[in-house]
């Protein structure tokens, strides 16, 4: 090749490169204006299920600048580690039947802080605003006089199964899914509309159900959900040691029973659940080929 078109070659690869840099920096910049975190302002962001390769750039960015943070159970420590060291922390988890601390005194600690001038983070598992009580939190701030940056984050029921390798919709099996909560009512009622979950052609994930196990395979099989229907049991689901479970509607409670199954814990209901495979994954969000071909075992990895 004759020294000047290697010239020529080399100066247009480096052309394209500033191109490319430039139109980068371009994009981070709009990106740090969308998500620019004022003080005496409150950012309610949902961190996923837990791995942090879940996390948006738009919550990352609001981690990052965050004063103050109150945070849930949920909220793994591989993402509280990326708050700044100097960020003051606030636990106010909830576990079934064991509120650390009041949903009111939780709405007026937001509006505490922010009206002293901090930049406020609330952080919570999952998507705040499916069964994280966000609403509640929003409005009560708007009513004091706060402003609100919202973002969403990936819903448990959406990133354990697809890490668990469980579509949630698929072609000819399933035309629809349904989230639910599985938790008691404050009369201790579980009244849920079991007719309308009774489709054999869609998919039922619980939130909160592990505690009403029993009730709620029992009730789906009255209802007329067919009691082998595929089932599944999905818990710490995205994290390094997530554990999942597969087995039908009859057989849940046993498996809960005998593998001491505990929440956090995501029921799965519907033909999907070995849609893609009934094997153990060697890794959360990973689908071994060659296990899936049979050429290895999953206890080989």
């Known amino acids: 090749m004759p020294e000047s078109e290697e010239k020529y070659n080399f100066l247009t690869r480096a052309q394209t490169y500033i191109e490319q840099i430039a139109l980068s920096m371009s994009v981070l910049n709009n990106i740090e204006k969308k998500s620019n975190f004022l003080p005496g302002e ?7 299920p ?6 948006t750039i738009r919550a ?4 990052e600048q965050a004063e ?3 945070y849930d159970r949920l909220v793994s420590a591989e993402i509280m580690a990326l708050l700044p060291a100097e960020c003051q922390r606030f636990y106010v988890g909830k576990e079934q039947a064991k509120h650390c601390v009041p949903q009111g005194n939780i709405n007026q600690l937001l509006v505490d802080y922010a009206q002293q001038g901090k930049k406020v983070l609330r952080l919570k598992g999952g998507d705040p605003f499916i069964f994280g009580r966000g609403g509640e939190e929003v409005e009560f701030l708007l009513q004091n006089g706060i402003s609100c940056h919202l973002c969403p984050g990936i819903t448990a029921a959406s990133g354990c199964t697809t890490y668990a390798g ?6 000819g099996v399933a035309q629809g899914c349904t989230f639910i909560t599985g938790h008691l009512q404050n009369d201790g009622q579980l009244n849920l509309p079991w007719q309308s979950l009774s489709s054999s052609s ?6 909160m159900g592990i505690n009403t196990l029993s009730r709620i395979t029992e009730q789906l099989i009255k209802h007329g959900r067919d009691a082998n229907t595929p089932a599944a049991l999905i818990r710490n689901g995205t994290q390094p040691d997530q554990e999942i479970y597969r087995g039908n509607i ?3 409670a046993s498996l809960v029973t005998k593998h001491n199954i505990t929440p956090p814990t995501l029921i799965v209901i519907g033909d999907v659940v070995n849609q893609l495979t009934d094997l153990p994954l060697t890794s959360p969000g990973f689908l071994d080929a060659k296990i899936h071909q049979g050429l290895i075992s999953s206890a080989d990895k």
């Open 60 to 63: 990352l960015r609001f981690i």
């Open 50 to 55: 837990g791995d942090a390769e879940l996390l």
């Open 202 to 207: 869609q998919t039922v994930v619980f939130y």
């Open 250 to 252: 009859a057989s849940l």
């Open 68 to 70: 103050i943070v109150i």
């Open 166 to 171: 469980i579509p949630l919709t698929h072609r």
């Open 42 to 48: 409150v950012a309610l962001v949902g961190s996923g």
